[in-house]
């Protein structure tokens, strides 16, 4: 499609599928180009000199910037609604270079208190070491985080739905609060994707993702994604730059390819989950269910206004706790045990000693991360498949 052929009120699926890629005016290729290589030639002397001055008008190193994740970074703002992205070579790497872009020593960062392990590990074991107070809350809690808030504060971190107890953060209420203080609003929206929750809508200022999950959806890389608008490019691109944790061509275009079909994955994520999220609620062997599409979820309302679709990841309790758990991981055969999520296949593991094990038992039992807590990542296989597969684990206990 050429610039001129672009319709600006695309339905969200055809902005999926096509992005902002202009079909390669070389050769006319639809599927995006790789540019494998690591550096790109000036074609004089003073046009390198100029290019070191704003290396956003050319190529010059991939580490510094590259023709095939410039796509990814186009389509992914574009799908956000922002007006810049930049990509990393990990959902941690786009992590730390948003809180080193805007704190250091002496400044605070509120933090919600249920995040992925990782990085919990982060905020609490490596970032302290450069001085970055780290202010842990429970963002349900509005009181609670504007108590948490000083002259120092300069960054919220809040990922919704959180892993793994799928709690809901009101992105509106939290951008309100830091709007009044002036801090920025990150958003974790690896488990939503642009797809089913745009944090910019609510007022997010950064979104972030470890486009590890949905946003690949095959489970055959690892990136790491920041969306952003333009006043925020100087800061979070020199961090990039400076500390080299770029995604290579060759994962940006896998991530391409999965993309494109990000609609139709997440359609049928959603409604997998739904069904085995109702099937659990239901069995006697199961306490309770963690999904924001059961009226039981405690930010039900919130999620609807908030979600246009839940996602695809479960967390459930089992009557007999860690060893009942540790005996439906090891009899099921459709649910993969494995960490990680938002793949085609349906993953399960247990977030107390595998994702979420660098979390103190105080922090865990806070979180409401219990020994019997089990997440389940339902993938695209035959919802029945999968409900019989945890139907005969849990029989089995
Ligand atoms: C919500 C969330 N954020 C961030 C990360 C970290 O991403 P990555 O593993 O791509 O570094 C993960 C990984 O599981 C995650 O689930």
Same mark, same amino acid.
């Given at each position: 499609?050429?610039?001129?052929?672009?319709?600006?009120?695309?339905?969200?699926?055809?902005?999926?599928?096509?992005?902002?890629?202009?079909?390669?005016?070389?050769?006319?290729?639809?599927?995006?180009?790789?540019?494998?290589?690591?550096?790109?030639?000036?074609?004089?002397?003073?046009?390198?000199?100029?290019?070191?001055?704003?290396?956003?008008?050319?190529?010059?190193?991939?580490?510094?910037?590259?023709?095939?994740?410039?796509?990814?970074?186009?389509?992914?703002?574009?799908?956000?609604?922002?007006?810049?992205?930049?990509?990393?070579?990990?959902?941690?790497?786009?992590?730390? !270079?948003? +809180?080193?872009?805007?704190?250091?020593?002496?400044?605070?960062?509120?933090?919600? *208190?249920? /995040?992925? =392990?990782?990085?919990?590990?982060?905020?609490?074991?490596?970032?302290?070491?450069?001085?970055?107070?780290?202010?842990?809350?429970?963002?349900?809690?509005?009181?609670?985080?504007?108590?948490?808030?000083?002259?120092?504060?300069?960054?919220?971190?809040?990922?919704?739905?959180?892993?793994?107890?799928?709690?809901?953060?009101?992105?509106?209420?939290?951008?309100?609060?830091?709007?009044?203080?002036?801090?920025?609003?990150?958003?974790?929206?690896?488990?939503?994707?642009?797809?089913?929750?745009?944090?910019?809508?609510?007022? !997010?200022? +950064?979104?972030?993702?470890?486009?590890?999950?949905?946003?690949?959806?095959?489970? *055959?890389? /690892?990136? =790491?994604?920041?969306?952003?608008?333009?006043?925020?490019?100087?800061?979070?691109?020199?961090?990039?730059?400076?500390?080299?944790?770029?995604?290579?061509?060759?994962?940006?275009?896998?991530?391409?390819?999965?993309?494109?079909?990000?609609?139709?994955?997440?359609?049928?994520?959603?409604?997998?989950?739904?069904?085995?999220?109702?099937?659990?609620?239901?069995?006697?062997?199961?306490?309770?269910?963690?999904?924001?599409?059961?009226?039981?979820?405690?930010?039900?309302?919130?999620?609807?206004?908030?979600?246009?679709?839940?996602?695809?990841?479960?967390?459930?309790?089992?009557?007999?706790?860690?060893?009942?758990?540790?005996?439906?991981?090891?009899?099921?055969?459709?649910?993969?045990?494995?960490?990680?999520?938002?793949?085609?296949?349906?993953?399960?593991?247990?977030?107390?000693?595998?994702?979420?094990?660098?979390?103190?038992?105080?922090?865990?039992?806070?979180?409401?991360?219990?020994?019997?807590?089990?997440?389940?990542?339902?993938?695209?296989?035959?919802?029945?498949?999968?409900?019989?597969?945890?139907?005969?684990?849990?029989?089995?206990?």
């Amino acid at each position: 499609m050429s610039d001129d052929k672009k319709s600006h009120n695309e339905h969200y699926e055809t902005m999926v599928v096509h992005g902002d890629h202009v079909l390669d005016p070389a050769t006319g290729a639809v599927a995006p180009p790789i540019y494998p290589s690591s550096t790109f030639a000036f074609k004089s002397a003073d046009q390198g000199a100029e290019l070191f001055k704003d290396p956003t008008e050319g190529f010059i190193y991939t580490r510094i910037g590259n023709p095939t994740t410039h796509i990814l970074c186009d389509k992914i703002a574009m799908l956000e609604g922002y007006s810049h992205a930049l990509t990393f070579s990990s959902g941690m790497a786009a992590i730390h !270079a948003v +809180i080193t872009a805007y704190a250091g020593s002496g400044d605070s960062v509120i933090m919600s *208190d249920t /995040v992925y =392990g990782g990085t919990n590990a982060l905020c609490r074991n490596t970032m302290p070491r450069l001085g970055i107070d780290f202010r842990w809350v429970d963002c349900t809690e509005i009181d609670d985080v504007e108590n948490a808030i000083d002259d120092t504060t300069k960054l919220m971190f809040v990922e919704t739905p959180a892993n793994p107890t799928m709690k809901v953060i009101d992105i509106e209420a939290m951008s309100k609060i830091c709007k009044k203080h002036n801090i920025k609003l990150v958003v974790d929206n690896t488990f939503q994707t642009p797809y089913l929750q745009k944090p910019k809508q609510f007022g !997010a200022d +950064i979104v972030m993702h470890s486009a590890t999950k949905y946003l690949s959806g095959h489970g *055959d890389l /690892v990136a =790491g994604l920041l969306c952003f608008d333009k006043e925020d490019f100087e800061p979070l691109f020199h961090i990039l730059v400076d500390t080299g944790g770029i995604l290579s061509p060759f994962n940006a275009w896998i991530l391409l390819r999965g993309i494109k079909t990000l609609h139709v994955r997440m359609d049928r994520h959603c409604e997998n989950a739904q069904k085995v999220a109702e099937f659990l609620e239901d069995h006697p062997k199961v306490d309770r269910v963690w999904y924001p599409g059961l009226k039981s979820h405690p930010q039900y309302e919130l999620a609807q206004k908030q979600h246009t679709g839940h996602s695809g990841v479960i967390a459930f309790e089992i009557q007999g706790g860690r060893e009942a758990g540790k005996k439906v991981m090891d009899t099921v055969h459709v649910c993969t045990l494995a960490v990680s999520l938002g793949d085609v296949d349906t993953l399960i593991q247990h977030p107390a000693s595998m994702t979420h094990s660098s979390y103190s038992d105080a922090d865990m039992a806070k979180s409401g991360i219990t020994p019997g807590l089990i997440r389940v990542s339902v993938g695209l296989e035959h919802p029945d498949d999968i409900i019989d597969d945890l139907k005969n684990a849990l029989d089995k206990i």
